[in-house]
């Protein structure tokens, strides 16, 4: 028995990391705009996937034509009661298919590619929703959910809400002159630091809350050196909550090369749930606003 258990808990903490994992590696792929059908002919049973897909549809009061959604769709929290599909990078055509949906709306980067081709192929309309970690490309999610769903006015409507409040956002961190390099840790399995590049939700999020991004050069996410992290010199460490397991901050900074840098040497570490922080959805304006008061403790503008 004692092999079944070990298996067990090493199938569990899989689990817990492909969470924080979808959130994130769709970064490493290009977008791509909506498929050919752009409405739903039928958007009376939609599964969503991606949770910044399930959180617009409730946020466009459109949440009745729900049937499903997927395990990164954890917000708001009367999405829960709906049947979970699965986790966004790993599902199986026979879990979509099995709540009966007249459509299909995913996020890019749902997978793995050969269940999403045979959905594609089935009867079943499929649009997928493409993902930009920036302020135009939240406005451009909505409009393509809501222009899915039959709702274009709705959408109109929120996006320009969203609009306004991601301005107002973006304007409180503009005048920040000393801006802090913040260096996003996915994971330390095994002491390795795995950390944010470019064309990333973490490099998006951290600029637009008045960060720099402490590596550059790569895109997408890779394992840094112990070297790497201290020429990054990283003034805080951004991690997420709810995906995987977590390094303690003991953990963390017990790591020599993060002990190395200045958020080391002042225990500077951020924390924030993957969904929110990550989502790049409609509390993305939420999110400027608490993580440029975690890096500058109230410096931004009002």
């Known amino acids: 028995m004692a092999p079944l258990r070990k298996r067990a808990r090493v199938f569990t903490m899989a689990l817990g990391l492909a969470i924080g994992l979808s959130l994130a590696i769709a970064a490493l792929l290009p977008a791509r705009a909506a498929e050919e059908t752009e409405t739903f002919a039928d958007p009376?049973?939609?599964?969503?996937?991606?949770?910044?897909?399930?959180?617009?549809?409730?946020?466009?009061?459109?949440?009745?034509?729900?049937?499903?959604?997927?395990?990164?769709?954890?917000?708001?929290?009367?999405?829960?009661?709906?049947?979970?599909v699965g986790y966004m990078r790993q599902l199986s055509p026979e879990g979509v298919l099995s709540v009966n949906p007249s459509g299909i709306l995913a996020l890019h980067g749902s997978g793995p590619k050969e269940a999403v081709d045979v959905l594609k192929k089935t009867s079943i309309p499929f649009i997928e929703v493409p993902e930009r970690y920036d302020h135009e490309g939240i406005l451009e999610k909505i409009h393509i959910v809501g222009k899915a769903l039959g709702a274009d006015a709705k959408a109109d409507a929120l996006a320009a809400e969203?609009?306004?409040?991601?301005?107002?956002?973006?304007?409180?961190?503009?005048?920040?002159?000393?801006?802090?390099?913040?260096?996003?840790?996915?994971?330390?399995?095994?002491?390795?630091?795995?950390?944010?590049?470019?064309?990333t939700a973490a490099d998006g999020i951290i600029k637009l809350?008045?960060?720099?991004?402490?590596?550059?050069?790569?895109?997408?996410?890779?394992?840094?050196?112990?070297?790497?992290?201290?020429?990054?010199?990283?003034?805080v460490i951004l991690m997420m909550n709810n995906a995987g397991p977590a390094a303690s901050d003991d953990e963390l900074f017990a790591n020599p090369s993060i002990l190395s840098t200045p958020a080391g040497a002042a225990r500077k570490v951020v924390r924030m749930d993957g969904g929110y922080l990550l989502g790049f959805g409609p509390r993305t304006a939420d999110v400027i606003h608490d993580l440029a008061a975690s890096l500058y403790s109230g410096q931004t503008a009002d």
Not at 46 to 54: D, L, V
Not at 216 to 228: R, V, W
């Open 162 to 199: 969203i609009d306004a409040k991601l301005k107002a956002a973006e304007k409180r961190t503009s005048s920040i002159k000393d801006r802090k390099r913040v260096l996003f840790v996915l994971s330390m399995q095994g002491g390795k630091i795995l950390a944010s590049g470019s064309e």
């Open 44 to 84: 009376s049973k939609i599964a969503a996937i991606g949770g910044s897909i399930t959180e617009i549809v409730f946020a466009l009061g459109e949440q009745d034509r729900l049937v499903a959604r997927d395990s990164t769709s954890r917000y708001p929290e009367a999405a829960l009661k709906l049947p979970d």
């Open 209 to 235: 809350s008045g960060g720099v991004n402490a590596v550059d050069g790569f895109s997408g996410y890779k394992q840094l050196s112990d070297e790497a992290v201290i020429t990054a010199r990283p003034d």
